[in-house]
């Protein structure tokens, strides 16, 4: 789809889907296999690691995104990729709020609220802006 448009820079953010279905296994390869098709047709490549699942940091989900957010910064240094930061920034916002109950980043533990929305929002294009 983002090859059809033959943009100069693409920003992916790719792999919570796969760790709510627990379909992690191929997550590396699809990830290695979308920079390098890009990368073909002279698109620049930003990888933003991945944010948050459900606001519970110690689930399983959560350790699962550790882990494709360790690929994904040991990938962009190996290949001199840039990789937005945006997990930390999360991280960081919900532990301000650690004894506070409901929904602090997102909708519904997956989807960002405006509060969540803010955060990505401002990193991504601060980091951006920083890189041009």
Request: glycine share 4%; with cysteine; net charge negative.
């Amino acid at each position: 789809d983002v090859i059809n448009e033959n943009p100069d820079v693409m920003f992916f953010m790719g792999g919570i889907n796969d760790i709510w279905q627990r379909k992690t296994e191929n997550y590396e390869q699809n990830v290695k296999n979308i920079v390098e098709k890009a990368k073909k047709h002279n698109i620049k490549v930003i990888l933003i690691n991945l944010t948050i699942f459900e606001e519970d940091l110690n689930s399983d989900f959560n350790k699962d995104i550790e882990k494709c957010n360790q690929f994904l910064s040991d990938y962009a240094k190996e290949n001199k990729i840039q990789l937005i930061d945006v997990h930390s920034d999360l991280i960081n916002e919900l532990k301000k709020h650690d004894k506070k109950k409901g929904r602090i980043l997102t909708v519904d533990g997956v989807h960002m609220n405006d509060s969540g929305n803010t955060i990505l929002a401002d990193k991504i294009v601060s980091e951006y802006l920083k890189s041009r």
